[in-house]
């Protein structure tokens, strides 16, 4: 089995499956093979932090990375380092300090993905990688949202969108903002409005100036929004973009990721990869346990994987076989996994 390298590998799957340990180790595979290698994570834990050794001063910023040798570049995503960095390439306003941009940078908050994209596209322009590698964060979040950019899109092509940006800033007149509640009074549903003033009332009266504002910039910010967004048509495309759905073999996780690819029909096309990860098959075949019941054991557990195995292959293109790694660093499960990767790759 070989697997060709892509221009985007993005690892997705439901929670502590593997998907950091085993972008970090495929990214790590890659690099040794002379590819420049860009490994990015969304995923708000930052364990990957941890596994390449990274300071706090790195959060958000593009670091270079040494392990055993092998060299590649890494970032852990952060919101407000993203929109900095997109304020300086498209001379756009720093959403940063508005604070419901801040709420929807949150993890979760809706900013987080489209900034990943925005980040992916910046960083794909500036040609200095051959391979971006994406760790997502756990669930099918991430793979919702992909799935609704066509909807994104259509928010920028609304037309009340474009009255905002014809309305003052918040140093402007004060009729020219009443103006802008106005039209938003007059364009938004009942229910959103509802809303608003519920807002409002539980926040402080700034709620409504704020709002305009953010709506404001962030429509300033189109270009380079969608240009993230275009990027969905490399992630779909097989020639540009690797799909590793991973899961593993403890209780229930396989159906998991059969529920998560039903998620994402568009983006994990047919020739995806589902990483079945943390298998004992290998373990097990030196394992001859004199005690009966640890042989009862053994064949269980035998069987139960086997069972899935073939469960998984009826299902799945392909299946990727990742062993469990019996010890407790880490640090050994990414260098052994590296391993594993290098006997795939091409
Ligand atoms: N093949 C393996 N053998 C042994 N341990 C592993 C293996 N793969 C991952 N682990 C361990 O399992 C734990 C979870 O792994 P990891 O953090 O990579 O999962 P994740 O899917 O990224 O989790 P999350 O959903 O929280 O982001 C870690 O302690 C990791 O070292
Ligand atoms: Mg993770």
Known sequence: MTIFTKSFEIF??????????????????????????LLIT???????????????DSIGEVTAVDMNGIKLHALLMSPEKTIQRMSKKYQTPDLASNRIVKILSKPYGGMNEILSLVEVQMQFETSQYDVIVLDTPPGAHFLDFLEGISKIRSFFDQSFVEMFSYLGTKTAHASKRMLGIRIINKVISGGVKKLLSYLQKVTDAKFI??????????????????????????????????????????????????????????????????????CLE?????????????????????????????????????????????????????????KKWASYAK
């Open 12 to 37: 997705c799957g439901t929670g502590g499956v593997g998907k950091t340990t085993l972008a970090t180790s495929r990214a790590l595979a890659l690099a040794a093979q002379e590819h420049r290698v």
């Open 42 to 56: 969304i995923d708000p834990a930052r364990r990957l932090k941890d596994l390449l050794g990274l300071s706090n």
């Open 209 to 278: 100036d704020d709002f305009i504002e953010a709506v404001q910039i962030i429509y300033q910010s189109k270009e380079a929004f969608l240009k993230g967004l275009n990027l969905q048509d490399r992630l779909k495309s097989n020639s540009e973009c690797n799909w590793f759905l991973v899961t593993s073999v403890e209780q229930g996780k396989a159906a998991e990721a059969v529920e998560m690819k039903s998620h994402a029909t568009h983006f994990i096309h047919q020739d995806h990869f589902l990483v079945l990860n943390k």
């Open 282 to 338: 290998q373990e097990m075949m030196n394992w001859f346990p004199e005690a009966s019941n640890l042989m009862a054991l053994k064949n269980s557990l035998e069987t139960r994987e086997k069972e899935l195995k073939k469960n998984l292959k009826s299902q799945f293109p392909v299946v990727l076989e990742f062993p469990e790694i019996m010890s407790k660093d880490p640090i050994e499960h990414v260098n052994n996994l590296t």
